[in-house]
């Protein structure tokens, strides 16, 4: 029952997926290297984050939504220029592997969750796992694996369902940050739920909010996915009222409140996956759903918000 509820001793969950990606990262190195001639992206275009190509990566299964439905602009035969290797073509089907669509149309919806998984470099990794293996674990041994696991994977996952309706069609994406953003959400209402229990509460919900407006200010810069972040960000709100711990000793009216804001907060859980994933794949092109919104996800300068 520990296991379940927490608090447990050791994180595993944390632990063991940051070991995974740290696994899946070096076959992404060693698939560029196959796929390019070199271990890292140098050319035609230098991958900051010492990584290997947007190609390959979406080979991999970055989210990339060409690869995931049909978009008008995008048929498994369309052309990419510079894919693999520089002066190279590669169709969609080619550069989103896997076996190709089988004459079919694209379908990989796996890209909802490969991508949490993969990471565009060793900065990107090393900067995601900060998190992963400091709040990561010390929320997963206070919540206990399966609550937090439905945390981080709920919160990664929509992070990428938003992204994709909001994001540029030829925009690629990945890395776990969707489900940090998820447990940064989730602290808001920790503090909230433990508000008299918590020493110097403001403070801590004013930390919170100071990390969160400067990672989100951060995913203004290219190469960042704000969308998954905010995505993240609202799921783990979401999922904080629905899994936080009660406080102990809790009056049965405060039970009564507590369980129905849970059942709300599991209504909407449902209402946002059903309504964004509907939206993704009923529109003729998800990107032209909301167009003025990515400059929530960039600058508008030196041409960022067409990259």
């Not at 379940?4 to 290297?33: C, D, H, Q, T, Y």
């Not at 994001?167 to 508000?195: E, H, K, P, R």
């Not at 849970?262 to 092109?285: C, G, H, M, P, Q």
Request: with cysteine; glycine share 10%; charged share 10%.
């Amino acid at each position: 029952m520990r296991l379940l509820l927490g608090p447990v001793r050791r994180p595993w969950f944390s632990w063991l997926s940051g070991l995974a990606m740290l696994i899946v990262l070096i076959v992404e190195f060693v698939k560029n290297s196959q796929m390019t001639g070199s271990v890292i992206a140098t050319s035609p275009t230098f991958n900051p984050m010492i990584g290997p190509s947007f190609p390959v990566l979406i080979n991999m299964g970055a989210r990339f939504t060409p690869c995931m439905r049909s978009i008008p602009e995008f048929t498994p035969t369309t052309p990419f220029q510079n894919c693999f290797h520089e002066s190279e073509t590669c169709t969609v089907e080619e550069m989103c592997g896997f076996g190709g669509f089988g004459g079919s149309e694209p379908d990989q919806s796996f890209r909802f969750i490969t991508p949490i998984f993969l990471h565009a470099g060793i900065v990107h990794y090393i900067m995601n796992m900060l998190c992963h293996l400091r709040l990561g674990a010390d929320l997963e041994c206070v919540l206990g694996a399966p609550r937090y696991i439905l945390l981080y994977m709920a919160s990664g996952i929509w992070g990428f369902v938003l992204s994709s309706i909001m994001s540029q069609s030829t925009t690629a994406s990945m890395g776990c940050s969707g489900a940090l953003f998820g447990l940064i959400g989730y602290m808001f209402i920790d503090v909230i739920v433990n508000w008299k229990t918590i020493h110097q509460p403001v403070r801590e919900l004013l930390k919170l909010l100071i990390v969160t407006i400067i990672s989100l200010v951060l995913g203004l810069l290219p190469g960042l996915d704000n969308f998954c972040h905010l995505g993240g960000f609202v799921i783990g709100i979401v999922m904080g009222a629905l899994i936080a711990p009660m406080r102990p000793n809790m009056a049965k009216k405060g039970k009564m409140i507590t369980w129905g804001i849970r059942a709300a907060a599991f209504v909407i859980l449902i209402i946002l996956f059903a309504v964004t994933i509907n939206a993704f794949y009923k529109a003729s092109d998800p990107s032209q759903i909301c167009p003025g919104c990515k400059y929530l996800s960039c600058l508008p300068v030196n041409n960022w918000c067409d990259m």
